[in-house]
């Protein structure tokens, strides 16, 4: 059985880099809400309000919990329990008819 | 402020299989589990959305301005988890305490908020009982609210325990703090999708109602 060192982790960031992804995390944030109060971005809510939800979550995940920097074995098992979850959602909603109403 | 080769004691061969720490792994592990239960969670949540026959209904409750606030503190909780884990790695037990308790007492406020928000919809008529959006709703945001508890004891412990054995946070026992880390992390994270799946994307009011 060999012993592999973890040949393929990174460094992690430094301190100036996550304050920058906290204020790009904070920006986004802003920006839904604002979306959210904009009556004339009512027709685009969904796509637009997933798409920043969805790049706070990437950020979040690749930066604070370095998956961008350490072993992809990490990320396969997290990415694979994250798009079970995912089709879970769309097969529940689906079959409930409730992406439709 | 380069962190000195940061890699944190993962990066260190370990003796198992994959040559990863299996503690570390575990959390993964757990957390990908853990997507799964919010995901079925959030899903009943949805399938239930729209379908409740009494109110009161979302728009009527939902307080976005209170809940946008609890956002940006479980976010910022996130950036100062992440430094504290930084603190530790450097070798900076005393900053790694600072930034673990800041995680914690942001994980309060965000606590009491939610209990806030929990006793102002109990006001307006809805708990758990009343309809299939109080039902879904608490079920979700209350499990997300255990999650936050359990994760300011594991922090307060973190820092309590250090306090009379410092090795426990020193940059060789780094992933005691990182694996805590992790789990603070997908706590946020599941607030961002509760965020804007729950508040943000709320369904047309009921017609006539």
């Excluded at chain 2, 805590?180 to 961002?192: P, T």
Aim: with cysteine; glycine share 6%; net charge positive.
């Amino acid at each position: 059985m060999s012993h592999r060192p973890e040949a393929h982790e990174r460094p992690h960031p430094t301190a100036m880099t996550y304050i920058a992804v906290a204020s790009v995390l904070t920006v986004v944030t802003v920006l839904e809400v604002a979306i959210y109060y904009i009556e004339a971005l009512r027709p685009a809510l969904v796509p637009l309000l997933l798409l920043l939800s969805a790049t706070k979550f990437a950020l979040v995940v690749m930066f604070y919990m370095h998956l961008k920097f350490d072993h992809k074995l990490f990320s396969a098992l997290f990415v694979g329990g994250l798009w079970l979850a995912i089709g879970v959602i769309v097969a529940l909603l689906a079959l409930f008819q409730a992406l439709i109403r | 402020m380069q962190q000195a080769g940061a890699l944190g004691h993962s990066a260190e061969a370990e003796h198992t299989s994959t040559g990863l720490n299996h503690r570390k792994l575990l959390m993964w592990a757990f957390l990908a589990s853990d997507c799964l239960f919010f995901g079925s969670l959030i899903a009943t949540y949805l399938v239930n959305r729209g379908r409740s026959l009494v109110g009161p209904y979302p728009h009527e409750v939902f307080s976005i301005p209170l809940t946008s606030y609890s956002a940006f503190l479980l976010l910022m909780s996130s950036l100062t988890m992440v430094l504290a884990l930084a603190a530790v790695q450097r070798g900076n037990a005393k900053w790694g305490r600072v930034w673990l308790l800041a995680t914690a007492l942001l994980g309060i406020h965000f606590l009491a908020n939610q209990g806030y928000e929990f006793n102002q919809f109990a006001h307006e008529g809805l708990t758990p009982r009343t309809n299939l959006f109080g039902a879904s709703f608490f079920t979700l945001t209350g499990f997300h609210g255990a999650h936050v508890t359990l994760g300011v004891f594991w922090l307060t412990s973190i820092v309590v325990i250090s306090l009379f054995r410092p090795h426990t946070i020193s940059p060789k026992n780094s992933l005691n703090v990182e694996i805590a880390g992790l789990y603070w992390h997908f706590v946020d994270i599941v607030w961002i999708a509760i965020f804007t799946l729950v508040y943000l994307l709320q369904p047309a009011p009921p017609v006539g109602g």
